[in-house]
């Protein structure tokens, strides 16, 4: 089955700075790749994702890319602020199929960001 | 729309007490997803259904778990006995793939203790 990857685990930045989170994935058949923010005591939110047919999607001040060739995709936040500390989760799924539905998460990324 | 309901938000029990947990899925999602997040082990996917018949069980980590969808709107996930390793936070999640898409929304979580 699909194995995902994520790194760093944990990641400081000072406010107003970048934060960069990636992720790798072992099956060349998934095809989509969300990402979730998870705040403390609550359940993971989606943020942002992205098809295998797009190379790079944006919303504001996050951006995900993707590299199907080398099999990773990044989660990019800039101008970052206190309210973007949380627990980032990254995914991978085949997508609608006769096996079903299924997402391989990875391990998380504790951003905190520092003011 | 309400998002993905569950209840109790919090659980204390004593081993070998029966615990059920209960989801509501967002009204018109095909797709309903248990997963199990701990510290050691993450996000773990315990068991998902599609038009409420459970697609896959695999995760489920032994017998004396089990999971129920007895219509649309309404999902349980039980547990007896339960154990102190069973201590964790539980999250369902839903899908709507009529549109074509897959993207899982999560609930806020049960958080079970046992003593």
């Known amino acids: 089955g699909e194995n995902v990857e994520q790194h760093p685990s944990t990641l400081s930045v000072q406010e107003g700075d970048s934060a960069v989170i990636k992720c790798t994935y072992s099956?060349?058949?998934?095809?989509?790749f969300p990402w979730y923010k998870q705040e403390l005591g609550k359940g993971p939110q989606l943020i942002i994702d992205i098809r295998s047919n797009v190379g790079e999607k944006k919303d504001q001040r996050i951006a995900v890319t993707l590299n199907k060739t080398a099999k990773h995709f990044s989660l990019h936040i800039t101008e970052t602020q206190p309210e973007d500390s949380a627990v980032y989760f990254c995914?991978?799924?085949?997508?609608?199929?006769?096996?079903?539905?299924?997402?391989?998460f990875g391990t998380g990324t504790s951003l905190t960001v520092i003011p | 729309d309400a998002g993905v309901i569950q209840s109790p938000r919090h659980e204390v029990t004593e081993m070998g007490q029966e615990v059920t947990l209960r989801c509501k899925p967002i009204?018109?999602?095909?797709?309903l997803f248990w997963y199990r997040q701990t510290m050691m082990r993450g996000l773990e996917l315990l068991i998902y259904?599609?038009?409420?018949?459970?697609?896959?069980d695999s995760g489920m980590p032994e017998d004396r778990f089990s999971a129920k969808m007895p219509n649309a709107s309404f999902s349980t996930l039980k547990i007896q006995p339960s154990e102190p390793r069973d201590s964790a936070v539980y999250f369902c999640?839903?899908?709507?793939?009529?549109?074509?898409?897959?993207?899982?929304?999560f609930g806020p979580g049960t958080r079970l203790t046992v003593l």
């Open positions: 995914a991978a799924s085949i997508g609608i199929s006769n096996t079903g539905n299924q997402f391989y």
């Open positions: 009204s018109g999602h095909d797709y």
């Open positions: 999640a839903s899908a709507n793939t009529g549109t074509g898409k897959d993207t899982q929304y």
């Open positions: 259904f599609n038009n409420n018949v459970p697609i896959d």
């Open positions: 099956d060349s058949a998934s095809n989509y």
